[in-house]
């Protein structure tokens, strides 16, 4: 099992186990984390389950190419969100990243400061070339966390999200190792 961690001032991230099953489920369950995200609400635990077994089968590999780590809050140790990171083919030293934080957690920087530091170990450990990520056209949260840390938006992609609400756009953003970030 890889015990990889990327810590921040306030938060860790450590790569989803077994046990997380009951938070990601309530997590998936939140109407308002569902909104833009295309995974849907899952009906019980065991589909939530079924989702996240691969993602810690990958997790459990020895050269991991998608990583998925839960956020924990370091004062209390409260599980409050998942973050993303999916290698691409090594010719191409890319790969893209997508976060989920529970609603209380919104707007206190907390989806920034994740993406901070899994852009630094990308760039930094990884030695990627370019981190890549979208969002839905509605999803300004999302949009803005991602500009705040110097990523690029180069792109609209036409309906391309299948949304709890139909067919949305995303926007595509981008930032390469010889970026400046913030």
């Not at 015990?3 to 009951?22: A, F, G, P, S, Y």
């Not at 998936?28 to 569902?34: G, K, N, W």
């Not at 780590?69 to 409050?80: G, L, R, S, Y």
């Not at 707007?107 to 990308?122: F, I, P, W």
Request: aromatic fraction near 10%; proline fraction near 3%.
């Amino acid at each position: 099992m890889n015990k990889l961690e990327i810590q921040t001032d306030r938060l860790t991230l450590r790569l989803i186990v077994n046990t997380d099953v009951e938070v990601i489920h309530r997590l998936h369950c939140l109407p308002e984390t569902d909104e833009f995200n295309t995974l849907g609400i899952p009906e019980n635990v065991q589909e939530t389950h079924e989702v996240i077994t691969p993602w810690i089968e990958a997790n459990n590999v020895p050269n991991i190419r998608n990583y998925t780590f839960a956020i924990q809050h370091k004062t209390n140790n409260e599980f409050i969100g998942l973050f993303g990171l999916r290698l691409g083919p090594k010719k191409y030293n890319r790969a893209e990243v997508w976060y989920k934080l529970h609603l209380d957690y919104w707007s206190k920087g907390y989806a920034t400061e994740s993406l901070k530091a899994v852009l630094n170990y990308g760039f930094d450990v990884l030695k990627l070339h370019r981190i890549e990520a979208g969002c839905a056209v509605d999803n300004i949260g999302s949009a803005k966390v991602m500009e705040k840390v110097g990523m690029k938006q180069e792109g609209r992609k036409r309906k391309i999200l299948p949304l709890q609400s139909g067919w949305s756009d995303s926007f595509e953003y981008a930032i390469l190792e010889t970026d400046l970030r913030s």
